[in-house]
């Protein structure tokens, strides 16, 4: 059997009462207090970041001083600077026990002469014989002071007794 449904349109509602008013009332007065609050945070984070953003301006002013540019005078200045620098940096005596300390003694030193801006150095030497000479150039290439050590220049001297060959041989120090 079916249940006769009893449909009243017309019937009063239940009123809510007044402590569920209240309670609303409440809960809206917190979330307003929360949105003002919210609200300063947001303003307090926005005063802190353009502070923070001052000071990291202003330390990276300090830190990137503009520089002026160098006169003709001072860039002069450190070019010749730099230039007796690289010449007193030369490893004179390494390169001189090695040039002079060749153990055979059928090699006469004549000269050298450097041009530091390059690390190199140019030997001028005189040998008994082109066999001599190849010795030599071969005990250079050999050093670990030296790499790239090259015959520029040889000379066989035939007017001269023994006709010793005259020879300039280019070498690279290697930079410590």
């Known amino acids: 059997m079916i249940q006769v449904l009893d ?3 017309g019937r009063r509602r239940v009123r809510t009462g007044t402590s569920g008013l209240v309670l609303l009332c409440v809960a809206v007065l917190l979330l307003l207090a929360c949105g003002a ?4 945070a ?4 926005d005063r802190v970041q353009a502070q923070l953003d001052a000071a990291r301006h202003r330390t990276f002013a300090q830190r990137h ?9 001072a860039r002069l200045a450190e070019k010749q600077s730099l230039s007796v620098l690289r010449e007193l940096t030369v490893p004179w005596q390494d390169l001189f026990s090695i040039v002079e300390d060749y153990p055979d003694h059928d090699v006469a030193l004549i000269g050298i002469d450097q041009n530091p801006a ?5 030997i001028t030497a005189e040998a008994k014989n082109i066999d001599a000479m ?11 002071l030296l790499r790239e ?4 220049d040889h000379l066989v001297e035939s007017n001269v007794p023994g006709k010793p060959v005259r020879f300039q041989v280019t070498a690279v120090w290697r930079k410590s």
């Open 134 to 144: 190849i010795a030599y150039l071969k005990y250079l290439q050999t050093s670990v």
């Open 37 to 40: 609050r919210l609200w300063h």
């Open 118 to 122: 390059q690390s190199q150095i140019r």
């Open 65 to 73: 001083a503009v520089t002026p540019a160098p006169t003709p005078a």
């Open 149 to 152: 050590a090259v015959l520029n």
């Open 7 to 9: 449909i009243d349109f």
């Open 42 to 45: 947001y303003a307090e984070n």
